[in-house]
């Protein structure tokens, strides 16, 4: 018999930890489904069967019983079964339900089926509230306006985007989705949109490309005298070889007809116009030498040359500019201007150009307001933080305070950003602290606050005279003050700071929810330690009577849900309907979780209204590892029935998914009860 090491890898692998064939028949179906149903990848069926069903097996493991099985991706199944006939909706069981604004997650819901209040939920298909003007930083959406502690205050930032010349183009003002973290809660931290200028893409000689943000096209052909020939395409050469920055290509052309120098596309648009927004000084150069007219908007939005420089922070383009007469204070469809454009992007030597250039009769106005938005250079510079041109806009008595068309200040936008340096810069030229937009009542210490900005927070307390203590704390409509909200922020600093300036550490809002309810939500460690350390109530209830424990088990948080534990909270806690942190974190799939609630004690309670049991939902959302954990903690389990009659195997039947599959197989080899 060879040695090991001579064994080709593939028999090596199987020889080196065979798997039983029973083990691979259990998982056939699943594995099929989700190969050729699904079109999963070898790499990630691997993982996800390891994770989710604890079949571990090597991807040379899978190919041999891929071989044995006659699996092809390529290969039509003939073996396809018929759909099944729609269950009777009155025997469907209805789908599990949330409470109190604590949204689960991860879940398949059942569909066809009204959901009633019985219970902590799956997720369910309710309006999602989606505002502008905050980055998404995935994960699963949360349903309605519930959610606890951290409205997304409904704010457009309209970072302004230049079109991009031959280029595929974003709109104007790009709207940004609200920060959603995957627990169905608005994420701890409120950063705007930075947007950035759309990458140029440089396109064959022969295409001409749509300005307006449109795929390339190839230019429109016709027939003539029986033949086809190509019809003149708007953009010549001379765009071209500028867009590319070829200097020598310019030359090239100019010396040869120096008349394209003036040639101007169907979008009004010239080589000057290009090269300036290419930042290609020398190629402007030579074409100022051929006179050309650097005042030429384009005709889709009035955009001038020295818009594009400004936005694009080309220096030696915008004083070139200047020097050859080129309006600096044009406005455009937008009305945005080159200050405006150079101010977001905190190109403060361009800001300083266009404010000391003087024309006649005519200075850069600093408060030229966008169409879209209503916002001033000012604006733009506080929330991106360019603290040199918010210095440069004041020392031109921009206004410190002005309000956008929601009600937002240059000093919230910078609060909410963590732009400690800006803050102070308009704290002293006498912005106002207590600000709030027009239809909530977020001040920029909440903003500060929720993003863990401490020294925001310290610059709002101790210059502009911020309130923190509960009774002077303005809670805004979620109840949230800056305290719970900097609970929720991953800087034990921060709420330190808070608790040395003597808020209450058990302080809640008027719906019960307190600080280590926030920590449990975020599942920040540092911050849930701290908190205890300070004497928080471990088992602090809410209205509905959710405690920290329960929401960490939901959320998925195992070293919160240790915490936790360690410290003496009550493993066998009910909300108001009985539902428990084991039941919670079965429905969810937290597997890890269940383990640890089981280690420590935890018992298999039913909820009040539903008598539904952990097992049911762990069933029911096709969690094949909690029901495993769950049998074998309590065997009796296995037929126990809910209110309604369902028991675990008839929940799991309801969905013709690979998971809930795999748990019915399970629990027939298990011994459930069939009839």
């Not at 269950?87 to 398949?108: C, D, K, V, W």
């Not at 003087?358 to 966008?370: C, H, L, Q, R, Y």
Request: charge should be neutral; aromatic fraction near 6%.
């Amino acid at each position: 018999m060879p040695s090991l090491q001579t064994v080709p890898g593939a028999q090596r692998a199987e020889r080196a930890d065979r798997i039983p064939e029973a083990e691979w028949e259990e998982h056939r179906e699943i594995i099929k489904s989700l190969y050729l149903d699904h079109g999963m990848r070898l790499e990630s069926l691997t993982a996800h069967m390891e994770k989710t069903f604890g079949f571990k097996a090597s991807e040379q493991q899978y190919k041999i019983q891929f071989n044995r099985w006659n699996l092809r991706k390529n290969k039509r199944r003939l073996d396809q079964r018929a759909p099944s006939p729609d269950l009777e909706q009155p025997r469907l069981a209805h789908p599990t339900l949330r409470t109190n604004g604590y949204p689960a997650h991860g879940n398949a819901q059942l569909g066809g089926v009204n959901p009633i209040n019985e219970g902590p939920m799956d997720i369910q298909n309710l309006p999602v509230s989606w505002n502008n003007g905050f980055n998404a930083i995935g994960g699963v959406q949360p349903s309605g306006l519930e959610a606890g502690f951290a409205p997304v205050v409904p704010y457009s930032n309209p970072y302004y985007y230049a079109p991009t010349y031959g280029a595929p183009q974003p709109p104007y003002y790009a709207q940004a989705q609200p920060p959603m973290n995957t627990t169905g809660f608005p994420a701890p931290q409120f950063n705007v949109q930075s947007g950035s200028q759309a990458a140029q893409e440089h396109f064959r000689l022969n295409h001409y490309v749509d300005g307006s943000g449109g795929a390339s096209q190839m230019p429109t052909r016709q027939a003539s005298c029986g033949s086809t020939t190509a019809t003149k395409p708007s953009r010549q050469a001379i765009h071209q070889t500028v867009q590319c920055g070829s200097l020598r290509g310019a030359k090239l052309l100019l010396d040869a007809d120096p008349e394209c120098a003036h040639a101007l596309d169907e979008e009004n648009i010239g080589p000057a116009w290009i090269a300036a927004q290419g930042g290609y000084a020398d190629i402007l150069r030579l074409l100022i030498t051929q006179k050309v007219k650097l005042n030429v908007p384009s005709h889709k939005n009035n955009r001038y040359a020295i818009h594009q420089a400004a936005q694009g922070g080309h220096t030696q383009v915008v004083k070139m500019l200047l020097q050859n007469g080129a309006d600096h204070d044009p406005v455009d469809d937008g009305g945005v201007t080159p200050l405006w454009l150079a101010a977001q992007g905190g190109h403060h030597e361009i800001v300083e150009m266009l404010l000391k250039h003087n024309s006649p009769g005519k200075k850069a106005d600093v408060e030229t307001e966008s169409h879209t938005g209503e916002r001033r250079a000012i604006h733009q510079a506080a929330q991106e933080g360019h603290l040199k041109v918010v210095q440069l806009l004041l020392a031109e008595k921009a206004e410190c305070d002005p309000v956008d068309q929601e009600g937002v200040t240059p000093l919230w936008s910078a609060a909410q950003n963590g732009s400690a340096e800006v803050v102070r810069e308009l704290l002293k030229a006498g912005a106002k602290v207590n600000v709030t937009p027009y239809e909530h009542s977020r001040q920029p210490i909440h903003q500060a606050a929720q993003g863990g900005h401490l020294e925001v927070v310290k610059a709002l307390v101790e210059h502009g005279r911020a309130s923190l203590t509960p009774e002077e704390d303005t809670f805004d409509e979620s109840e949230a003050s800056p305290f719970l909200l900097a609970c929720s922020s991953n800087n034990p600093e921060l709420v330190n700071h808070f608790l040395d300036r003597g808020v209450d550490v058990n302080s809640k809002t008027r719906k019960g929810k307190g600080p280590l309810h926030c920590a449990a939500h975020s599942g920040h460690v540092k911050v849930g330690q701290l908190l205890i350390d300070r004497r928080c109530d471990v088992d602090s209830r809410e209205s509905k009577g959710w405690t920290p424990l329960i929401i960490a088990a939901q959320d998925g948080h195992l070293p919160f849900v240790n915490l936790l534990i360690d410290n003496d909270a009550n493993i066998n806690s009910q909300e108001n309907d009985g539902a428990t942190a084991l039941w919670i974190a079965a429905q969810q799939g937290h597997a890890n979780i269940v383990g640890r609630l089981l280690k420590g004690g935890a018992k298999q309670l039913s909820t009040k209204e539903s008598g539904r049991r952990p097992i049911h939902q762990a069933a029911q959302n096709g969690h094949l590892a909690c029901v495993k954990l769950l049998l074998k903690h309590s065997p009796k389990e296995i037929d126990v029935a809910a209110r309604d009659g369902f028991t675990a195997l008839t929940l799991a039947s309801q969905k013709d998914k690979p998971e809930n599959l795999a748990v019915m197989r399970y629990l027939v080899n298990a011994g459930a009860k069939v009839i």
